[in-house]
């Protein structure tokens, strides 16, 4: 799409605000809105000016002009806004030293895919998330000196069972329970209409949906999206976040992608299925266990042996580390398996070779999509490049292995803390450094430990008043 198809398509559609979003270094949509008249062609091309100082871990004041560069064929019309507004997703240019920005997430992204055509390997890698979400009814926290507390609630939740008719607008009395939302149907399952309407809306803005369905957990939900390249399946991520929030916000509920917002319950993942294609060949596809690749298998060894740095991107909070437990279907035992869900990395069973591809179970949606994506596909690449063999495939129910049998087995797991994923990211980023530079990696582990591990270790919380106040 050219600036003038661009501007074209917006006064077709009688557009008068145009809104440029782009992605900050953990994950979140930014955005700034230019009047329709205020937009020509030049602008489009030259990019739109912003102050990089005022996004965390960015730009030094003294350095603090970027561009913005508008990827128009991203464009959709915004679903929520009360006048006509048309989102352009953007990338992030330095004007300093000429070239796509270093730490802007998108380009990253971008840089990933090229290197992939050139070493060879592939012409494109698609990738397909399955982003979990909660909906609650409300929430409510506290980060004080002297209290730490937060407390949520949905109308699903079974602690509402002997709520007072006058405490809800009715007590139905269904309610799946806990690890019991999987299907039901209404009115155990209280957010069909709301799931249904975020698709309509999701669909609007350029997503295809396929499944959906209530999860397991109390007030879960999950929406199939159709799976795209590194890039377009990132952006997507960010589009289905939005609309999800949003639309919930419309019908006074708020909507949250965190991977473990319920003590005792199924936490939020995002599972994230990828392959690799050259000369419109599925590499993955093979003769092999499952009918994979040798490609495949060595993609997978890659993955799972740099899992522990790789898991600073994919898994990128300390609440995601509370998710990555045994009992609760997230595995953490890096190993894989066909069809077994309870391996780190599962192949799904397909009909066609076309759909061949691998299932990495860990991930969830704290993570940047982008740098998440780019950390699977360059640790997948570096195991072919080394021809990697991963430790399996292993077919038991490995979540009901203790943590002798897993060590018996040399099986490596996860890291139980996001402190643990960046010490070993530390130790091990040679992989990423085709794509990733040296200024963003030391940015992105100062930047997690000062806004994430230490601010998390300092505090203390009910369990431990709980378990240690009168020691």
């Known amino acids: 799409m050219t600036p003038k198809e661009f501007l074209a398509k917006c006064d077709e559609h009688e557009i008068e605000f145009i809104d440029f979003r782009f992605t900050d270094i953990k994950g979140a949509w930014h955005h700034v809105t230019y009047t329709r008249h205020s937009v020509d062609e030049e602008t489009l091309e030259n990019g739109l000016p912003f102050d990089g100082s005022s996004i965390e871990a960015w730009q030094p004041i003294n350095k603090s002009d970027m561009l913005l560069k508008p990827d128009l064929p991203t464009a959709f019309i915004d679903p929520f806004t009360a006048d006509p507004t048309m989102v352009v997703i953007c990338d992030v240019f330095d004007i300093y030293k000429g070239q796509p920005y270093e730490k802007c997430p998108r380009s990253i992204a971008k840089k990933a895919l090229q290197y992939l055509k050139e070493s060879g390997v592939g012409d494109v890698a698609y990738f397909g998330p399955e982003n979990e979400f909660f909906i609650f009814d409300n929430v409510q926290f506290r980060d004080e000196i002297n209290t730490q507390c937060y407390k949520v609630d949905t109308e699903e939740g079974e602690w509402n069972s002997d709520k007072e008719p006058n405490e809800l607008e009715t007590n139905i009395g269904h309610r799946p329970g806990t690890k019991g939302g999987y299907f039901p149907v209404a009115p155990t399952d209280s957010m069909v209409d709301l799931r249904n309407e975020i698709v309509k809306v999701a669909e609007e803005v350029g997503l295809t949906c396929y499944v959906i369905h209530h999860e397991v957990a109390q007030g879960q939900g999950e929406i199939g999206v159709r799976f795209g390249t590194l890039v377009e399946a990132a952006d997507n991520v960010q589009k289905l976040k939005y609309v999800v929030k949003n639309v919930a916000h419309m019908h006074g509920k708020t909507a949250t992608f965190m991977p473990k917002p319920l003590y005792g319950d199924n936490g939020n993942g995002m599972h994230v299925h990828s392959s690799i294609w050259k000369d419109g060949e599925n590499l993955f596809a093979g003769d ?49 398996s066909a069809q077994n869900r309870s391996a780190s990395c599962r192949i799904p069973y397909v009909a066609s070779p076309k759909a061949k591809r691998v299932e990495f179970r860990f991930p969830d949606s704290s993570s940047n999509p982008y740098l998440a994506f780019t950390a699977i596909l360059l640790a997948g690449l570096d195991g072919i490049k080394n021809k990697d063999v991963p430790v399996g495939p292993m077919e038991e129910d490995l979540f009901a292995l203790t943590l002798d049998e897993i060590r018996e087995k040399g099986i490596k797991q996860m890291p139980h803390t996001l402190r643990g994923s960046l010490e070993s990211l530390i130790r091990d980023n040679d992989f990423l450094k085709p794509v990733m530079t040296d200024l963003f990696l030391d940015t992105y582990q100062h930047y997690k430990f000062e806004t994430q591990v230490i601010p998390d270790e300092a505090r203390p919380t009910a369990y431990e008043f709980k378990s240690t106040f009168s020691c």
């Open 288 to 336: 092999g266990y499952a009918g994979l690749s040798e490609t495949a298998l060595n993609y997978i060894g890659g993955v799972l042996k740099h899992a522990r740095a790789v898991a600073a991107f994919t898994n990128a909070s300390t609440n995601s580390y509370k998710r990555l437990i045994p009992g609760f279907e997230a595995p953490s035992i890096l190993t894989f």
